[in-house]
């Protein structure tokens, strides 16, 4: 299995960005679809997650500013970005748990950079 993310780039305070990372492989079922970051000198967090169920959940910066979502069919997650501040600033990561030949494993993508100037 590989989760290619791409979407990232450069935007000014109060832009929008769109990230996308679609898993590619043999796969029975994604049960959970996120989004991590990692901004310079800090701990990775959780920004969004979304499971099979469509339940979905935020850490509190980016509540009302972010949307994750997913498509089954594609095996594809997005996490619209808007308002975006410049503490946005981060690499972002995919991250989800899938299902292979009855065994649940934790996969990961590349990372794209996300850049919010002032």
């Known amino acids: 299995v590989q989760l290619q993310a791409s979407g990232g780039g450069e935007v000014q305070a109060g832009g929008s960005l769109r990230l996308s990372c679609a898993a590619s492989g043999m796969i029975s079922s994604i049960n959970v679809m996120a989004w991590y970051r990692q901004a310079p000198g800090k701990q990775r967090e959780l920004v969004a997650a979304?499971?099979?169920?469509?339940?979905?959940n935020y850490v509190d910066s980016v509540k009302g500013r972010f949307t994750i979502s997913r498509d089954n069919a594609k095996n594809t997650v997005f996490l619209q970005m808007n308002s975006l501040q410049p503490e946005d600033t981060a690499i972002y990561y995919c991250n989800m748990i899938i299902t292979r030949g009855g065994l649940r494993s934790t996969y990961w993508g590349q990372g794209t950079l996300v850049t919010v100037s002032s």
């Open positions: 979304v499971t099979d169920g469509g339940t979905t």
